[in-house]
């Protein structure tokens, strides 16, 4: 891979917590291995957040743990061995859950960046 | 889930993380791989990525794991990598495992005997270390026995919640020459409910065999003797024994673990107080009335606190009761108070002459701990020292303190607990010994719990945590801060000589205790040999002592005269004999024998004055038989019979005390107990009665055919040797009763050693702590000399370079070491004058600053601190400058 410098300052560092909530997302299209979550995010968000591998795989054993997503070894479509990772409806209620929250977060700092403008409404 | 099968769990958490993350990496590869990457470098790119796999594997399986187990496994991986790291240098971890060894195996030996003294004095019986002792006390402070109807009063009246009443001593098991002679005990009925103690077999007895006197003619036998006499005979239980001679039904055997309620004595049989008269049992020569006689003070009362009570309080009641007592039947010209005593201070059993003794030995050997932990200190220092560089590395990986805090910890740990094993094997070597080389000289039967039991493993466990906390932790805590930056220069000037100093201020200390420990002992080196060489006013080198009892075999006063006159006879003509005689004790009996109320015609007694003698009861030829000089007078002859006028000999203080010289005492008249009034025809000089240490007391010799007794002990001097001179002894009593048992047949000098074994003992326990301590401290010192001459490598390259010869440098370090070594001489020396004055109850003949003592001690100590710093002085002189001046 070849270096690139600036890149690394273009990221942005992942608030606590949003990556949880990024993995269930990504797994709401169909399960994934945790190689493919990594690059999902990374390509949906143009690059710009990079999951670390360090990160990655201790929340999914976390969200395994709190019996949000499913674990099961199968193969990929190149003929590789992996673990793959299945929303449970239990994840599901979970997603919904943290992405209102996050709406009335991102609100809430949008009206303290921008005071003058008016309240807007949250959406799903 | 038990421990080992989360242990197991947590191994396949980490297998399935470990192969999501190479499945991880190998799709991460194969993708730079599809850019154009070869495979190597693929891969490197792919594991760059990923980071940090075994962080990420750690995190991970901590999703899963609970804390408890996280931290569980992480010090078993610590001590599975001190293990690994100290097996590395097993020198050091030798040397350190042989002086824990050392330093605990002693103190569990010392902690063992303290334990069975004042601990848990009373195997199988719960709780006995807290039991207390009624007994009662005169006015001069002697403390005697508590009579059965102040026994009464006390279990009726007594501010305890429970009393029960033992009186302890030899009796004769068996009739005939099959007799023999043990510990026994006259108890009351609830004696066995109140040591709750259960039989094994049968009963024990109870309250109900106190009601009469003669009434319940039972016994209770100990497993040992069950099991020795009887073949642990399961149909024991309504067979017929004699004590004393008199038939007894056994009506149990007493649990296993119990073996009487006098320390040391292994008593045997267990009889209802109420058939003391049947034994013969008396209280000095009044029979009959025993158990009505408020005179006769012949129990023991055991006694329980109250729940939340102490012994004050109890004390302060118990004088009341006491006062009420004196009140309601005052006793004529005795004048006692019943008084409480912890039950360490029983006046029975063993502790009575050793605690004391190994009360020091325990003092000394924590002593000894220190200087182990401070010598072990200083190695774990530098140790530390030469380790800085893995500290820094780790520290600079990331570890935290904390963790690195642990690790130095445990690997101090996994020292101390093999120490601590070996020292506790040590022990349980060690006291089988001493108590066989004890009870080979023990006069009765005796036993003493050796057992390493579970107080014993915690003694252990607590003195190896404190030795771990003392030698590991503040090391530990040294070595954690390590200063990264000196660590990378190599340089060791500021830090490495405060350490040097802090060193050098332990090596001192171990100087000073050991110099403390050396002269305790020698202290008590020279008591003994002080003791040894004493005039003890007797000779007992080739005179043997054979002891019989007529009672047992049926005879009466008429018929016990005849005996030991043609017994008398026998001996004197036999051939080798030069003087034979009889007597009722040895000298040096180590614990009073009998004492009696002594009258002297024409004193008046103060009221705070103490007229209990002992006193003996001896024939014609004693005093000449035992070598004792006669002062005044002469001795008794054989005309001091029942015909001739009643007659007494006393010793030369009691002469002087009364009648100012011993001249002035002939012709004049004393009584010893209710008898008659005796004229003084001798007065002899005076004898160690029990204690070599005592000081000079009264005491009374009476004839014995004018006050027989049953049993009785031939002393026998002469040419023919001890052996053959026993052998003759044996041979004329059985050929006067062939069914006569000899109940004991020791040389003189054999029972009188006893006197001194508990000083030997002192002795030999002290001088082994001393030795340890002084050959630690010089460890220390021989390993300070040399590291510190191993740090200057470079100094005496530079020293050498510039023109300073190899004397030069030896003096330099000697001078180092040998100066440690006068500070902590000096420092010992302040400490021991502190110290010692507390050994003066153990000294015999020496004053506790004895000007010897110190002097060799501290020439000792001079010396081998000079020798221990002389060798590494001495190779660092040797190097060779070049090689010195390139090190580093």
């Known amino acids: ?124 | 889930m038990t421990f080992f099968q989360w242990l197991k769990r947590r191994r396949e958490i980490d297998q399935d993380i470990a192969e999501e993350i190479r499945s991880h990496l190998a799709m991460a590869a194969r993708d730079h791989a599809a850019d154009g990457a070869d495979p190597e470098t693929a891969r490197r790119a792919a594991v760059k990525e990923f980071g940090n796999v075994a962080l990420a594997l750690e995190d991970s399986r901590r999703a899963w794991t609970s804390r408890w187990v996280e931290a569980t496994a992480d010090v078993l991986k610590d001590i599975r990598y001190a293990v690994h790291v100290l097996a590395k240098s097993p020198g050091f971890s030798l040397v350190v495992i042989g002086v824990l060894a050392l330093g605990i195996g002693m103190n569990a030996v010392v902690f063992t005997l303290l334990k069975d003294l004042a601990l848990k004095p009373l195997p199988g019986v719960e709780g006995s270390g807290r039991l207390a002792v009624v007994m009662s006390k005169t006015k001069g402070g002697r403390i005697a026995g508590v009579s059965y109807p102040d026994y009464v009063a006390l279990r009726d009246q007594g501010p305890f919640a429970g009393v029960a009443g033992s009186s302890p001593g030899l009796l004769n098991l068996g009739l005939k020459r099959q007799g023999e002679r043990l510990w026994g005990e006259l108890v009351t009925g609830n004696y066995f409910q109140f040591m709750g103690v259960h039989a094994q077999l049968g009963r024990t007895l109870l309250p109900s065999d106190e009601t009469a006197p003669g009434k319940d003619p039972v016994a209770v036998l100990s497993n040992g003797l069950w099991r020795r006499a009887f073949g642990a005979d399961p149909n024991i239980i309504g067979k017929t024994i004699h004590v004393n001679a008199y038939p007894l039904t056994v009506v149990g055997v007493a649990d296993k673990s119990f073996h009487g309620s006098v320390v040391s004595w292994d008593v045997e049989v267990f009889v209802p107080i109420m058939m003391a008269p049947q034994l013969g049992v008396a209280f000095q020569n009044r029979p009959g009335k025993l158990l009505h006689d408020r005179k006769a003070g012949f129990l023991a009362a055991y006694s329980r606190l109250r729940p939340g009570g102490t012994l004050e309080r109890a004390s302060a009641q118990t004088a009341v009761l006491s006062k009420q007592l004196a009140a309601d039947q005052p006793l004529e010209d005795v004048d006692r108070t019943l008084t409480v005593l912890p039950i360490s201070r029983a006046p029975w059993g063993a502790q009575t002459y050793m605690l004391p003794a190994i009360t020091m030995c325990g003092a000394m050997g924590i002593l000894l701990l220190l200087i182990v932990c401070a010598n072990l200190f200083g190695l774990v220092l530098v140790r530390g020292i030469s380790r800085r560089g893995e500290i820094a590395a780790r520290l600079a990986l990331g570890a935290s303190r904390i963790r690195i805090l642990r690790l130095l910890l445990i690997e101090n740990a996994v020292l101390v607990a093999p120490g601590a094993a070996a020292g506790l094997v040590l022990a349980s070597f060690a006291l089988p010994w001493m108590n066989t080389t004890a009870s080979a000289k023990a006069l009765g039967r005796f036993f003493f719990d050796i057992s390493v039991d579970r107080m014993v493993v915690g003694f252990v466990a607590l003195a190896a945590c404190l030795s771990l906390l003392f030698f590991g932790l503040l090391p530990a805590l040294r070595s954690s801060k390590v200063d990264l930056a000196s660590v990378m220069k190599d340089s060791l000037s500021a830090r490495g000589a405060a350490k040097g100093r802090f060193r050098s201020a332990l090596v001192v200390a171990q100087v000073g205790i050991s110099l403390l420990l050396l002269v305790s002992s020698g202290l008590v080196w020279r008591s003994l040999d002080a003791a040894q060489r004493l005039d003890r006013g007797f000779d007992d080198r080739g005179v043997i002592s054979v002891t019989v009892d007529l009672k047992p075999n049926g005879y009466d006063e008429a018929r016990g005269r005849v005996f030991y006159q043609q017994l008398l006879d026998q001996v004197r003509g036999a051939q080798g004999v030069e003087s034979a005689s009889l007597a009722a004790t040895y000298p040096m009996t180590m614990v009073d024998s009998e004492a009696q109320r002594v009258e002297i015609e024409g004193y008046r007694v103060r009221r705070d004055e103490d007229q209990m003698f002992l006193y003996n009861v001896v024939t014609s030829d004693y005093f000449r038989t035992l070598r004792i000089g006669i002062e005044a007078g002469r001795e008794f002859t054989p005309h001091d019979d029942a015909s001739g006028s009643q007659v007494a000999v006393v010793n030369e203080t009691l002469a002087r005390r009364f009648w100012g010289t011993p001249r002035g005492a002939i012709g004049k008249r004393l009584r010893a107990g209710s008898g008659e009034w005796r004229t003084v025809v001798g007065v002899v000089r005076d004898v160690k009665y029990a204690r070599i240490n005592e000081a000079p007391r009264p005491y009374v010799y009476l004839p014995f055919f004018q006050a027989p007794r049953s049993s009785m002990i031939v002393h026998a001097r002469g040419s023919a040797g001890a052996v053959a001179l026993l052998e003759q002894a044996r041979r004329e009593v059985h050929r006067l009763d062939p069914d006569l048992p000899i109940l004991d047949a020791r040389t003189l000098h054999e029972q009188t050693s006893l006197a001194l074994s508990i000083l030997t003992m002192t002795a030999r326990i002290l001088a082994t702590l001393g030795f340890m301590a002084m050959a630690l401290a010089s460890m220390g010192i021989y390993g300070l000399v040399s590291y510190s001459a191993k740090q200057s490598t470079h100094e005496i390259g530079i020293r050498m370079a510039l023109g300073a010869t190899r004397s030069d440098v030896v003096r330099r370090f000697l001078a180092r070491g040998v100066w440690l070594g006068v500070i902590g001489a000096a420092l010992g020396m302040g400490a021991s004058y502190a110290v010692t004055r507390f050994l003066a109850a153990q000294l015999y003949g020496v004053s506790a600053t004895d000007p010897a003592s110190f002097a060799t001690a501290m020439a000792f100590v001079l010396g081998s601190t000079a020798a221990a710093a002389v060798a590494p002085a001495w190779r660092a002189a040797r190097t060779d400058p070049m090689t010195a001046l390139r090190y580093q």
């Open chain 1, 1 to 124: 891979m070849a270096r690139q410098p600036s890149e690394s300052e273009a990221r942005i560092e992942l608030l606590q917590g949003t990556l949880d909530m990024l993995i269930l997302r990504t797994l709401q299209w169909g399960p994934q291995h945790g190689y493919a979550i990594a690059q999902t995010i990374r390509a949906q968000s143009t690059d710009v957040l990079r999951v670390e591998a360090g990160s990655l795989y201790p929340a999914l054993q976390r969200l395994a743990k709190r019996g949000w997503v499913t674990a099961k070894w199968d193969q990929t479509e190149a003929n590789q061995r992996a673990k793959f990772y299945r929303l449970t409806p239990e994840g599901k209620k979970q997603l919904v859950r943290e992405q209102s929250k996050w709406g009335e977060l991102v609100a809430a700092i949008g009206r303290i960046l921008n005071p003058e403008a008016p309240p807007s409404g949250v959406k799903e």
